[in-house]
């Protein structure tokens, strides 16, 4: 069964008299197959109409225009045409309860009252106030790109001299709380350092709440430059004990940074590439294949078609190579057996979608990636730490490759970790699929907090 998106904006009339009781969030979760998915329709007054927002915490789906928003004689309608999605329901106290329907899906849904904030994601480990450690919101400049980033920075209250981290996100757009499924893994890494007497800062990935500069030509060198500006702002604000703790695409970005900036005196990587990062890529998408239930026999076409366009995106000299990825592909698709192949539109459809991704400035740069460059630069202390059950970065071929980097490097002051059960968020989990992240209530494993925050204190 498909999960859909919903992305349709415009408004619709309403009864003024009637607005007053249904404005605010409502939250619930459709049964679709055994699977919960949460949703959360915000409704706000807008001059006489009412307007409405959509969003699917397990989807990573926020603010989401829901395009007809009416509520009469003490029933809600909500309907988006395009997408072909209504939910209406009647309105009971604190509680509407309908049916939710989307195509051929009709699904019983109860939509209750939410606090502002509020998720109907259960996330135990996000940080609730009274915090007994002090927190300041700060924004800094990048003086290569002159892009402004925001972040904020939580320090100790009871101690004058503590070491500070800076944490980076992984891949894709992130706030500063690396919010994920409505997991805030660095909120939560935040605060059982401050506890403990380690200061972070946390930093809204570009084009993410404060920060700006987000282009299409940026690449992960530019993010490495963002970091590099973060860690002289805490050098500038007289902290001298600074390390970086990257997760994923931030696992890479810190040996970048560190290799040439003095002032990072220790890294922890989550997750970082330790090999080629086309190599990489490889061993992710045949993992994540393999625990969908692909055949050995589409792994090994798929693997085929992938080295193919990453040797054409490392070696590529000419002045179009988004059509020469097109070909690439177009011409895989047509190899499938015929009860698989898709129609002519189609083929050309998808080889467009996907050699325009592949050709974007960041996903060339990084393919071109070799980790070693970075890693075997370095002798300040490193920890590094994957999980067994991580799809994303398979744990065995990268911490190999980051140990064999650093003994190149003669660093005498690292640790390798390979933490069974953790998966890619390092969460304890038991397939390790990106569809887990969600549907998994702890946000990272209480033995990870412990490891890094222990090492970090012993420097």
Same mark, same amino acid.
């Given at each position: 069964?498909?999960?859909?998106?919903?992305?349709?904006?415009?408004?619709?009339?309403?009864?003024?008299?009637?607005?007053?009781?249904?404005?605010?969030?409502?939250? %619930?979760?459709?049964?679709?197959?055994?699977?919960? /998915? #949460? *949703? &959360?329709?915000?409704? @706000?007054?807008? $001059?006489?109409?009412?307007?409405?927002?959509?969003?699917?915490?397990?989807?990573?789906?926020?603010?989401?225009?829901?395009?007809?928003?009416?509520?009469?004689?003490?029933?809600?309608?909500?309907?988006?045409?395009?997408?072909?999605?209504?939910?209406?329901?009647?309105?009971?106290?604190?509680?509407?309860? %309908?049916?939710?329907?989307?195509?051929?899906?009709? /699904? #019983? *849904? &109860?939509?209750?009252? @939410?606090?502002? $904030?509020?998720?109907?994601?259960?996330?135990?480990?996000?940080?609730?106030?009274?915090?007994?450690?002090?927190?300041?919101?700060?924004?800094?400049?990048?003086?290569?790109?002159?892009?402004?980033?925001?972040?904020?920075?939580?320090?100790?209250?009871?101690?004058?001299?503590?070491?500070?981290?800076?944490?980076?996100?992984?891949?894709?757009?992130?706030?500063?709380?690396?919010? &994920?499924?409505?997991?805030?893994?660095?909120?939560?890494?935040?605060?059982?350092?401050?506890?403990?007497?380690?200061?972070?800062?946390?930093?809204?990935?570009?084009?993410?709440?404060?920060?700006?500069?987000?282009?299409?030509?940026?690449?992960?060198?530019?993010?490495?430059?963002?970091?590099?500006?973060?860690?002289?702002?805490?050098?500038?604000?007289?902290?001298?004990?600074?390390?970086?703790?990257?997760?994923?695409?931030?696992?890479?970005?810190?040996?970048?940074?560190?290799?040439?900036?003095?002032?990072?005196?220790?890294?922890?990587?989550?997750?970082?590439?330790?090999?080629?990062?086309?190599?990489?890529?490889?061993?992710?998408?045949?993992?994540?294949?393999?625990?969908?239930?692909?055949?050995?026999?589409?792994?090994?076409?798929?693997?085929?078609?992938?080295?193919?366009?990453?040797?054409?995106?490392?070696?590529?000299?000419?002045?179009?190579?988004?059509?020469?990825?097109?070909?690439?592909?177009?011409?895989?698709?047509?190899?499938?057996?015929?009860?698989?192949?898709?129609?002519?539109?189609?083929?050309?459809?998808?080889?467009?979608?996907?050699?325009?991704?592949?050709?974007?400035?960041?996903?060339?740069?990084?393919?071109?990636?070799?980790?070693?460059?970075?890693?075997?630069?370095?002798?300040?202390?490193?920890?590094?730490?994957?999980?067994?059950?991580?799809?994303?970065?398979?744990?065995?071929?990268?911490?190999?490759?980051?140990?064999?980097?650093?003994?190149?490097?003669?660093?005498?002051?690292?640790?390798?970790?390979?933490?069974?059960?953790?998966?890619?968020?390092?969460?304890?989990?038991?397939?390790?699929?990106?569809?887990?992240?969600?549907?998994?209530?702890?946000?990272?494993?209480?033995?990870?907090?412990?490891?890094?925050?222990?090492?970090?204190?012993?420097?």
């Amino acid at each position: 069964m498909k999960t859909y998106f919903f992305i349709i904006v415009s408004l619709f009339s309403f009864s003024f008299i009637y607005s007053q009781e249904i404005i605010g969030s409502w939250g %619930g979760e459709l049964d679709i197959q055994g699977n919960k /998915l #949460p *949703l &959360i329709f915000n409704i @706000k007054q807008k $001059g006489n109409q009412l307007v409405s927002t959509m969003d699917s915490p397990m989807q990573g789906a926020k603010d989401i225009a829901i395009s007809q928003t009416t509520f009469e004689k003490n029933e809600l309608t909500l309907v988006s045409t395009t997408m072909q999605l209504q939910f209406k329901g009647s309105l009971n106290v604190d509680k509407i309860e %309908g049916t939710f329907t989307q195509g051929p899906m009709s /699904l #019983p *849904l &109860i939509l209750t009252r @939410k606090k502002d $904030g509020e998720s109907v994601l259960k996330r135990p480990q996000t940080p609730q106030p009274p915090f007994n450690y002090k927190i300041e919101e700060v924004t800094f400049i990048n003086p290569i790109d002159k892009n402004t980033l925001a972040g904020t920075l939580t320090t100790p209250s009871n101690k004058k001299e503590f070491p500070v981290v800076v944490l980076i996100t992984g891949s894709g757009q992130q706030n500063r709380n690396s919010e &994920i499924f409505g997991h805030q893994s660095f909120w939560v890494i935040a605060d059982d350092f401050a506890k403990k007497g380690i200061g972070v800062l946390r930093v809204d990935d570009r084009g993410i709440g404060g920060s700006d500069g987000l282009t299409m030509s940026v690449t992960t060198k530019n993010f490495a430059d963002d970091t590099n500006a973060a860690v002289d702002f805490l050098a500038q604000k007289g902290f001298s004990k600074i390390g970086l703790i990257g997760h994923s695409e931030g696992g890479i970005i810190a040996p970048m940074v560190a290799s040439q900036n003095p002032k990072v005196k220790f890294i922890i990587t989550m997750a970082g590439p330790g090999i080629p990062t086309d190599e990489l890529l490889i061993l992710q998408t045949n993992a994540i294949a393999k625990a969908s239930g692909a055949s050995d026999d589409a792994i090994k076409s798929g693997e085929e078609t992938n080295r193919k366009l990453y040797a054409l995106v490392k070696n590529h000299t000419g002045n179009d190579l988004q059509g020469e990825l097109k070909k690439v592909l177009i011409a895989s698709m047509q190899k499938l057996p015929e009860e698989q192949q898709p129609d002519a539109k189609e083929i050309a459809t998808v080889a467009e979608q996907e050699s325009k991704k592949i050709s974007i400035p960041w996903y060339t740069y990084f393919l071109k990636i070799n980790p070693d460059v970075y890693w075997s630069k370095l002798k300040i202390p490193v920890l590094a730490m994957n999980g067994t059950k991580d799809l994303q970065v398979i744990s065995k071929e990268n911490l190999a490759g980051i140990k064999a980097s650093l003994e190149k490097a003669k660093n005498k002051q690292f640790e390798i970790i390979e933490l069974p059960n953790l998966n890619h968020l390092f969460q304890e989990a038991k397939t390790g699929t990106v569809e887990e992240y969600g549907q998994l209530e702890q946000t990272i494993a209480p033995v990870v907090l412990d490891k890094m925050s222990s090492w970090i204190l012993k420097r």
